[in-house]
């Protein structure tokens, strides 16, 4: 049964760093869209990075493109998510979901991979706290 089990969450101070990663089992990632999302409490899912299957595109929110790193390492069948500078307003359950769309992404194409609607495996979350 395909599985996404995401880790590395946990409570950081204003200004620092997490890196969190996303293991797959009962599928390989190769051939997948992989995507990180967050919700904080009464806010809905967004998209904050994703990463293409097919090149290896990046694809970044825009309130957190600089601070944000999203890799892939299929040889690992896991994902990463590098978050620095963490703010306050970053607090929340990260989810990383797997889309199976293997083709290229971006405005050439019209598709975007930001959107929580074309995945179909999700994590059960990690959640990231930030407070000094």
């Known amino acids: 049964q395909p599985q996404l089990v995401e880790s590395g969450g946990g409570v950081v101070q204003p200004g620092g760093s997490l890196k969190l990663s996303c293991t797959a089992s009962g599928f390989t990632l190769d051939y997948y869209t992989i995507g990180w999302f967050r919700q904080a409490p009464g806010k809905e899912r967004e998209g904050v990075a994703c990463i293409s299957s097919s090149d290896g595109s990046k694809f970044y929110a825009k309130s957190v493109k600089s601070r944000f790193t999203i890799s892939r390492d299929n040889a690992e069948n896991t994902v990463y998510l590098e978050i620095r500078n963490l703010q306050s307003e970053d607090a929340a359950v990260y989810f990383c979901?797997?889309?199976?769309?293997?083709?290229?992404?971006?405005?050439?194409?019209?598709?975007?991979?930001?959107?929580?609607?074309?995945?179909?495996?999700w994590g059960r979350g990690t959640q990231v706290t930030v407070s000094s």
């Open positions: 979901a797997a889309w199976d769309f293997y083709g290229p992404l971006g405005l050439s194409t019209g598709r975007t991979c930001l959107g929580p609607d074309d995945y179909n495996y």
